[in-house]
């Protein structure tokens, strides 16, 4: 659930956004009729193009500044991108590249769909990334297992690099394209040529050079396994070995077969990888290996470069993911030294994140939670045998989200935070070089923002939402004035969601006490009230770690579909989520399923005093962590909540990976009981109340065993229940018309047990 299995997944999968959505369909109305009603059915929730219009992804400012570009949705197949441009001097948008014309229709193969689940876009078609050439004159483009060079006038120039090359990248200067292909890490220039593998040939299949491994892209969000230094001289490549990885014999039951992959998955308490760090100049010589102490069951979590390319920094992590080491090392020989190291908090474990910057004066910008909450510190290295100090930018309680730029000319850094409001992040502007500076805000209150800063931090492009306004992107200078839009998306016009604005119900946002006085934040969305009525309520949750559901900024129209169908819709922010520091993140240490279930009971009963809701009618509903939620609340509380749907559940830890699993919950072999008590097989006989199972056959994240291993405790117990499974789909069931299923069967649960609107 790295930063999202059990969160962008989730919020990506089934939470609201891009997945799985809602209510069920309106038999007998036709399209046109319910456009000119207002009515929103399921069909049109997922149909294209998107509601919420045409929301941009990987947008980025060349190096030069001239160029904005974006991954943009076709509007007649919201999950196909293709690369548009927007010339900042002619003020005219263009189509780069049509992903149509190019497709070759070659499918991916099976390394590049694992990655892209991992990256959480395995349903999108077309240009899913891109990157610019240093010289602003070029893009690299990756479609359909082969490699693009697109220039600006148009030519596009298919790189010669052999079958399905992953992880392709340009070098610093743009002078090569690397990738990867059959373990080994490859380099070509971009003018022509052979490719040269830089890397050697290793027997064992085990091995691989220029990859991340697998825990490394599902849970620190580390997708790359090489770092071209400044120049490109150097490459600093990954190499791990995954013999020692026990192996999981995952089984892909799809609509017309059987599939089986014996699938390295390093489970809690078992061997991870081993991973090192190797540097090699761009010709293939010169290899030497990074120091990375003596200790091998360790989490190389970030590889940086310095400035000027004299060193590698390195973040060394321990398994306990209580210390991490920043490692300083010599490109010549490969020695390290300890620049610094982090440590928890008594009972926390360290967020890796990427808000750091190391500048070319030699000092570093670092985000912390040393003080409680994450600030972000200014680092000046130890010199003639004077200890490093350490200089606290930011204060108070409130938690910077993102470091997005620093302008090292103007000693102004920029980044986005919840000084102002911690359920609408702002964007912030600071002087870093005078102590006791105050950020000045840069964006809009009362919207959810956050910003890609340029190279230099002169412009910003601000991405922006509201509970009114769905996302909308503009470019602003480095004091957040607005020079123009990128994507005004305003809901007005032949805007996708025009015709059911008038339906639209904007979403109110409270608190409520936990039971030992905790503030919890909730958002609640209810139909038009009748005098007299109540209403069942639709309580989605999550649950887990990093992330935060309740929001201020758009929330898809799933939501609103719900409601239109007339049910209260309702979520809470537990503790064990994010953004509120430390101490309400750290309460799940060691005992996940205990306290996020304390504190979704606590919504629960607050739901049951409002004189508008049905107590009876509150049904639960959570994807991932939040099936698991599910499965935990019901069998803690029988009898508050009318039924639960939990999607792709967790349901014993044991089974998930080591670096998500572990941080949270330690070692299984030493902390059994802590286990024991957080699955859910124990106690699932305690579940008493109508229960909806739906998982993907093909899932390879929260596997199928954990579905099936309480498929069959229900059944030795005779123990009704209800599910649906879902052939060939992985951790993400979703699609225009797979969605519609989906929805339609929860509905159709719901109703089969009292739990509908009045």
Not at 607 to 627: C, E, F, Q
């Amino acid at each position: 659930m790295h930063f999202a299995r059990f969160s962008a997944a989730l919020l990506a999968a089934t939470c609201l956004v891009a997945s799985v959505p809602v209510a069920a369909r309106d038999a007998g109305v036709s399209k046109a009729q319910t456009q000119e009603s207002g009515v929103l059915t399921l069909d049109r929730v997922f149909a294209s193009p998107s509601l919420s219009g045409a929301t941009p992804r990987g947008v980025k400012l060349s190096p030069d500044g001239h160029w904005l570009t974006m991954l943009r949705p076709r509007a007649d197949e919201r999950e196909r991108y293709d690369l548009w441009g927007f010339d900042r001097k002619s003020g005219q948008w263009k189509m780069l590249i049509d992903s149509k014309t190019l497709s070759s229709g070659a499918a991916l193969s099976e390394a590049e769909k694992m990655q892209r689940e991992r990256l959480r876009v395995g349903d999108l078609k077309g240009i899913i990334s891109y990157s610019w050439a240093a010289d602003s004159k070029a893009v690299l483009v990756p479609l359909d297992g082969a490699l693009y060079l697109a220039s600006l006038d148009g030519h596009v120039q298919k790189l010669e690099t052999g079958a399905d090359p992953l992880n392709p990248a340009l070098s610093t200067t743009g002078k090569y394209v690397s990738f990867v292909r059959d373990r080994r890490f490859w380099v070509v220039p971009v003018s022509g040529g052979t490719p040269l593998a830089i890397t050697p040939a290793e027997a064992s299949e085990t091995v691989h050079w220029g990859e991340a491994e697998f825990v490394a892209q599902e849970e620190m969000a580390r997708f790359k396994g090489a770092w071209w230094s400044p120049g490109d001289k150097l490459v600093a490549i990954e190499r791990f070995d995954e013999a020692h990885v026990g192996i999981v014999t995952r089984t892909s039951i799809g609509a017309t077969g059987t599939k089986t992959f014996d699938q390295r998955y390093p489970a809690a308490g078992t061997p991870n990888a081993e991973v090192s760090i190797w540097i090699v100049k761009a010709d293939g010589s010169g290899k030497v290996q990074v120091d990375l102490g003596a200790e091998k069951d360790i989490y190389v979590t970030r590889v940086d470069w310095a400035p000027d390319g004299k060193a590698l920094y390195v973040q060394r992590q321990n398994r306990d993911q209580t210390k991490l080491d920043v490692l300083k090392a010599d490109p010549e020989t490969g020695q390290t030294t300890v620049l610094f190291s982090e440590t928890a908090r008594p009972k926390m474990w360290l967020n890796v994140t990427d808000d750091y910057r190391f500048l070319k004066d030699g000092t570093l910008i670092w985000r912390s939670e040393r003080d409680g909450f994450g600030h972000l510190y200014r680092f000046e290295p130890p010199k003639a045998g004077t200890p490093g100090t350490w200089t606290q930018l930011t204060k108070g309680q409130w938690v910077v989200t993102s470091l997005d730029g620093v302008d090292e000319k103007g000693g102004k850094l920029t980044f986005t935070g919840t000084r102002d409001d911690v359920l609408a992040p702002q964007v912030y502007a600071l002087d870093y070089n005078h102590a006791g500076a105050q950020p000045q805000r840069l964006t809009e209150l009362g919207y959810a923002n956050s910003a890609t800063v340029d190279r230099s931090a002169q412009m910003l492009l601000v991405s922006r939402s509201g509970p009114s306004q769905p996302p909308q992107v503009y470019l602003a200078d480095n004091t957040g004035k607005r020079l123009t839009w990128v994507e005004e998306n305003r809901i007005a016009g032949d805007h996708p969601y025009a015709p059911y604005l008038a339906a639209h119900r904007a979403p109110t946002f409270g608190t409520i006490k936990a039971a030992d006085g905790t503030e919890l934040h909730y958002k609640m969305i209810t139909p038009v009230l009748q005098p007299g009525k109540v209403y069942p309520v639709f309580f989605e949750h999550y649950g887990g770690p990093h992330s935060q559901v309740v929001s201020k900024g758009w929330t898809s129209p799933l939501a609103e579909a719900i409601v239109a169908k007339g049910y209260i819709y309702f979520e809470l922010d537990n503790r064990g989520s994010p953004n509120r520091g430390v101490d309400f993140e750290s309460a799940i240490w060691h005992a996940m399923g205990t306290i996020e279930v304390s504190d979704q009971r606590d919504g629960a009963n607050f739901l049951k005093t409002l004189p508008y809701v049905d107590g009876k009618k509150i049904a639960t509903y959570g994807w991932s962590y939040g099936g698991y939620m599910t499965l935990k609340m019901l069998s803690a509380d029988q009898g508050l909540y009318a039924a639960g749907i939990a999607g792709a559940p967790v349901t014993d830890w044991k089974l998930y990976d080591t670096y998500y699993t572990e941080r949270y919950m330690g070692d299984p072999k030493t902390d059994a009981a802590a286990y024991e008590a957080a699955g859910v097989l124990g106690k699932a006989s305690n579940i008493s109340d109508p229960l909806l199972l739906i998982h993907g056959l093909s899932d390879d994240n929260v596997v199928f065993e954990n579905s099936s291993a309480l498929i069959a405790k229900f059944q030795a117990e005779a123990k009704p229940f209800e599910m649906m499974l879902y052939p060939g789909y992985t951790h993400r069931v979703s699609g225009p018309k797979i969605s519609v299923h989906v929805w339609n069967t929860i509905f159709a649960f719901l109703a089969r047990h009292g739990v509908t609107p009045p």
